[in-house]
């Protein structure tokens, strides 16, 4: 199947500082992907959905201010945590959407996640 | 999209096969089922998807009833990696083609 690469794998950072976080689609054009957050021993929450060259969409209760979502090539998506706070810490998931897999198609490839720590 | 029921575990011997339920009874016409699993701090697998049909793949099968109000998801020969969390997903074309994850079964494959 399509891979999808997220980068780093995991992350420590100090409080108040920002955290970026990578999604590549490595081979095929991403139009539309999606990022999750997961607590532990939850499933994963849909934060917002960005296609590429437009202005991302936020779920309901998801601050746009503080999780910055840049989606300015086919192939790469970023979510930067803005003075991240240890609340902020949890897994960080990415997925993809290949287009030329129809409603049929498998369509969300995911990232391995990165899980943030903020201390 | 439609609201799905899985249990919270369930339990399987390596070597036999793993019966996962997942019910949604209020699918609509063009809802698809999507089964994906998740390994422990891995990202979401995708395994196998239908929509009338029972599906088969090499990974698993997938059992659709006739009224599309459940299905099962088959793993014929569990392994000890297949231990994971499943999610069950309904997915309709309207809902821009994200998915929404329910609590899902975490499957435990016993040596």
């Known amino acids: 199947g399509a891979v999808v690469s997220q980068h780093p794998s995991w992350v420590i950072c100090k409080s108040g500082t920002s955290v970026k976080i990578e999604c590549r689609s490595l081979d095929f054009q991403a139009t539309t992907m999606f990022w999750y957050r997961q607590f532990p021993k939850q499933s994963l929450m849909l934060m917002a959905t960005s296609n590429e060259g437009s202005k991302a969409t936020y779920e309901q209760g998801v601050e746009k201010d503080k999780f910055l979502i840049n989606h300015a090539s086919l192939t790469l998506s970023t979510l930067t945590v803005t003075s991240a706070h240890p609340e902020d810490s949890s897994f960080y998931i990415c997925s993809a959407r290949d287009p030329k897999t129809g409603i049929g198609g498998t369509e969300a490839f995911f990232g391995q996640g990165t899980r943030l720590t903020v201390v | 999209d439609a609201k799905t029921t899985q249990p919270p575990s369930m339990d399987c011997a390596e070597g036999r096969a793993a019966n996962l339920p997942c019910n949604h009874s209020?699918?609509?016409?063009?809802?698809?089922v999507y089964w994906y699993r998740q390994i422990h701090s891995q990202g979401p697998q995708y395994i196998i998807h239908g929509l009338k049909n029972n599906e088969t793949n090499e990974m698993a099968s997938l059992i659709i009833t006739e009224d599309r109000k459940s299905s099962t998801l088959i793993l014929p020969h569990a392994t000890l990696r297949d231990t994971a969390v499943y999610y069950c997903?309904?997915?309709?074309?309207?809902?821009?083609?994200?998915?929404?994850f329910g609590k899902g079964t975490l499957l435990t494959v016993n040596p």
């Open positions: 209020t699918i609509s016409g063009n809802e698809y």
């Open positions: 997903i309904v997915r309709g074309g309207g809902s821009n083609y994200k998915l929404t």
